[in-house]
């Protein structure tokens, strides 16, 4: 049916107020699942420094003596000394005078909105240094200062598919491991992996992957308990997924990241990591040069890996 001739509608009036609802819907990964579960500590200077130790291996017969046999003094038990650069995390962002003057839906300051938008950005920009395979980096000329990350520390307890070699710390600088063939994602792999840091006194409780390897990981045959019991005239639940996986040497709570890990499951003893903070986060406004806002958000942090023989990783996986 035509709509009656000459009738007001709102295809012709002019003055209809638009419907924007008064709040912005974002969708995004916030998380910082490893810089928020490590330790920290307090840097001095932007090459920051510490030291490791470790015991000789162990012997039935080495240290037995005879009865009334004079002392003989074994080799000292010395430390290693390692350290990593802090890398300055920087950006900085304007609002016009006339945005902020104006009546907006979702938020009463654009500035207000723009600060907490970059914060979030810029820890998300450190979480995937930190947790990731990294080199550390002098700085030099137009070089920036840059932190190793976890996966390029690990040397002692590592699974890597062929052609894959470790980094590790040398020199004074931590190199980037080199990637591997892919290979598939097993529970043969991480077994291995927890043995080994067992054997060099490591007790890893947190395994960090990302999202397509954490449901592999949940199909693990030695998940257990995927039924819950059920009592009365209750609905079953089937729960498709794990979060924590009993190994023969500890539970490990299983983490995914939803966007620093791509091809690594790194096994982590969070208590022997570290970020080491020369500055904090700081929101500092910029001159002002014209009709608008300037400001700037600043930190310089680095990855203290206290010892990398508490952590593992499987490596190359598909």
Same mark, same amino acid.
């Given at each position: ?20 609802? *008064? ?32 015991? /000789?291996?162990?012997?039935?017969? &080495? ?11 074994? =080799? ?30 979702? /938020?009463? &300051? ?14 998300? *920009? ?25 996966? +390029? ?22 190199? =980037? ?98 970020? +080491? ?21 600043? =930190? ?14 499987? =490596?190359?996986?598909?």
């Amino acid at each position: 049916m035509a709509a009656p001739t000459n009738a007001v509608t709102t295809l012709v009036s002019f003055g209809n107020r638009e419907d924007l609802e *008064d709040v912005i819907h974002r969708v995004a990964p916030e998380e910082t699942p490893f810089i928020s579960n490590i330790g920290t500590s307090k840097a001095a200077a932007i090459y920051h420094e510490w030291q490791t130790e470790t015991l /000789r291996s162990p012997s039935a017969t &080495s240290s037995i003596a005879l009865e009334g046999n004079d002392a003989t003094q074994s =080799a000292g038990n010395l430390t290693s000394r390692v350290g990593n650069y802090c890398q300055l995390n920087q950006d900085s962002r304007g609002v016009s005078g006339t945005q902020e003057a104006v009546d907006k839906a979702g /938020r009463k &300051s654009e500035l207000n909105r723009q600060k907490i938008l970059l914060g979030l950005e810029l820890k998300r *920009d450190l979480e995937m240094r930190l947790i990731g395979n990294f080199a550390s980096v002098a700085e030099s000329g137009g070089t920036t200062r840059k932190s190793a990350g976890l996966l +390029g520390w690990l040397t002692s307890n590592t699974s890597r598919g062929a052609g894959g070699a470790n980094g590790g710390f040398s020199a004074g600088v931590v190199s =980037a491991a080199t990637n591997g063939t892919q290979r598939s994602f097993t529970e043969s792999l991480v077994r291995t992996v927890l043995s080994s840091c067992f054997t060099n006194g490591g007790r890893p409780s947190q395994a960090y992957m990302g999202p397509a390897h954490k449901q592999l990981f949940s199909q693990f045959t030695g998940i257990a308990n995927i039924r819950k019991e059920v009592t009365g005239a209750k609905m079953a639940t089937i729960v498709g997924a794990a979060d924590v996986y009993v190994s023969d040497f500890g539970n490990l709570t299983l983490i995914p990241h939803p966007y620093g890990l791509t091809r690594d499951c790194a096994l982590v003893d969070p208590d022997m990591a570290a970020v +080491g903070t020369l500055r904090g986060w700081s929101t500092d406004p910029l001159a002002k040069t014209g009709d608008s806002e300037k400001f700037q958000i600043t =930190a310089e942090k680095t990855l203290v890996m206290r010892n990398e023989k508490a952590h593992g990783v499987v =490596a190359d996986l598909t």
